[in-house]
Structure formats: structure tokens, C-alpha cells
């Protein structure tokens, strides 16, 4: 039996200009302003609070908007959850290894998905609080509030202003 013909995609469309201009804004306000936050009123400057998995939540928030995974609910409790896991994790294992890096975003996953807040890049933020610095891992429980739950929170923020700069989009498409 031959298999039916598919139509094929090469890319995923381009959005319109005015949707990259509001992605341009929106990261550069975004990120800079957590990378402000952590050098001038942190004095950190390595920008060590500042961690990766805020850089895919700018992806989704200010480049495509409205996917369900970059809604507030699931980048502020989405974070947040798998932050908590992670430390968790962590804090179990009592080592960062294969076992509390694989332990760490497991959980988070299950409960994203449990919670309905799927945030890929809480993920992210699960294994850093597992792999990262001395300084991450000193914080604690910490961890979750600061840099997570500050950071998703002035991201989210910061899309509010630039997901709405023109009439063309209204961001979020859902609250909770």
C-alpha cells in the first residue's frame, strides 16, 4: 500500500513585520531589564541570577505569543513548580548528578502537566537549580522566588506592554 500524499512544510511561516518588532522590543526590554536588575541592584556582575531558561521563556512570550505554553499561568507557576522540584531534587539526591538532574526534571514535567502550567522552559529552570553554581545552590528554596518567580513574573510583564503594541494582537489569550 502506498501512503497517501502529504503536504510538506519546509518552515513555519514568517510573521508579519509588526509581530518581530514587537518580538525585538519585548526581548530587549525583557532580558535587559533582568540583566539590569541582577548588575546594578544585585551588583552581580556575571549576571549569575540571570539563567538560561529566561532566554527560551523570551522566545515563547515575545516570538510566538500565542502558543498555550506562553500564557502567564504557565510561564509564572510553570517556573515556579519545577524551580521548587529542582531544588527539591537537589536537596534529596544531596548532589548534582545524572540521578537528581533526570529526578529533578521528571517531576517537573508530571507536575506541570498535572497543574496544567506546561512551561518548557520550567524545565530548564529544574535542572539549574540541580547543576548550577554554589551560589544557585545556596539559596535554596530561595531559588524559586528569586531569580524564578521575579523573573517569569517581569517577563510576563514586559510581554503585557509589547505583545499590545499594535491593534493587530491582544496578549494573553488566557489568564488562568
Known sequence: MTEPHRKQHRHSPRPPVSQMIRSLVGALLGIGLLAAIDQFFLSDADLTFVIGAFGATAVLVFGAP??????????????????????????????????????????????????????????????IAVVASPQIHALGFLYVLYPVALGAVVLVCVSLVSNNLFNDQRWPIFWF
Not at 112 to 123: E, L, Y
Open 66 to 127: 500565542s502558543s498555550p505554553l506562553a500564557q502567564p499561568y504557565n510561564v509564572v507557576v510553570g517556573h515556579m513548580i519545577s524551580a521548587a522540584i529542582g531544588v527539591a531534587a537537589f536537596k534529596l539526591v544531596g548532589d548534582a548528578n545524572w540521578f537528581s538532574a533526570a529526578l529533578a526534571v521528571s517531576f517537573a514535567i508530571v507536575a506541570m502537566q498535572a497543574t496544567r502550567s506546561v512551561h518548557p522552559p520550567g524545565g530548564a529552570s529544574a535542572l
